[in-house]
């Protein structure tokens, strides 16, 4: 069992716990395919669970690495980005727009998904395995799936329009790749 704590391992226990994230990805899309939107949210939230034990426990053990940094992205990307975009676009625009709207809720969800995915490349370019920077340089996918999520749920509870979230996912969109500092917890 030593390869569950050598960085050298592609399967040490940091990298199971950013599988564990990517399944459960895969798990809350395919409830989101069927329209089962609460059971989505506790694998998508399950998601984020194990994204925050996966860095915890490679600082802990010295497991960080390239490979575990790429996987780390891959695990952000479906988990902070697609996950929560389909998500708001199934449950919010597929039910609340047709014709021109639906389109233009479908750009927005489409340059969200880009904007999330350059961030996240951008973010290993500049990554040196093992080292944690004080503050982001914009808002971090996982921050924006928050926000989306939060969204979502002030939709929800009628507050916010079906529009106005499409405003608001133009804006996160945007911050995702801003020069924001947010500071690293």
């Known amino acids: ?44 939230w399950m998601g984020g669970a194990f994204d925050i034990m996966d860095g915890k426990v490679a600082r802990k053990y010295k497991l960080s690495s390239e490979f575990g940094i ?4 891959f695990a952000d990307f479906l988990s902070f980005v697609l996950v929560p975009v389909f998500f708001i676009f199934q449950a919010i625009y597929a039910v609340s727009f047709s014709g021109f709207g639906l389109f233009i809720s479908g750009i927005v969800s489409i340059y969200y998904v880009i904007s999330g995915l350059r961030r996240l490349i951008q973010f290993n370019i500049d990554a040196d395995a093992g080292e944690v920077e004080k503050f982001f340089t914009g808002v971090p996918t996982p921050l924006g799936a928050i926000l989306l999520w939060v969204f979502y749920l002030v939709n929800l509870a009628g507050i916010l329009s079906p529009s106005s979230i499409v405003l608001l996912m133009i804006v996160t969109a945007w911050s995702l790749n801003s020069k924001i500092k947010v500071p690293h917890p």
């Not at 226990?13 to 899309?29: K, Q, R």
């Not at 790429?70 to 992205?73: K, N, V």
């Open 70 to 73: 790429q996987l780390d992205s």
């Open 1 to 44: 069992m030593k390869f569950l704590y050598s960085s050298k391992s592609h399967f040490n226990l940091a990298n199971l716990i950013t599988f564990s994230n990517i399944a459960a990805g895969l798990i809350a899309t395919y409830l989101i395919s069927q329209n089962i939107f609460l059971w989505a949210a506790v694998f998508a």
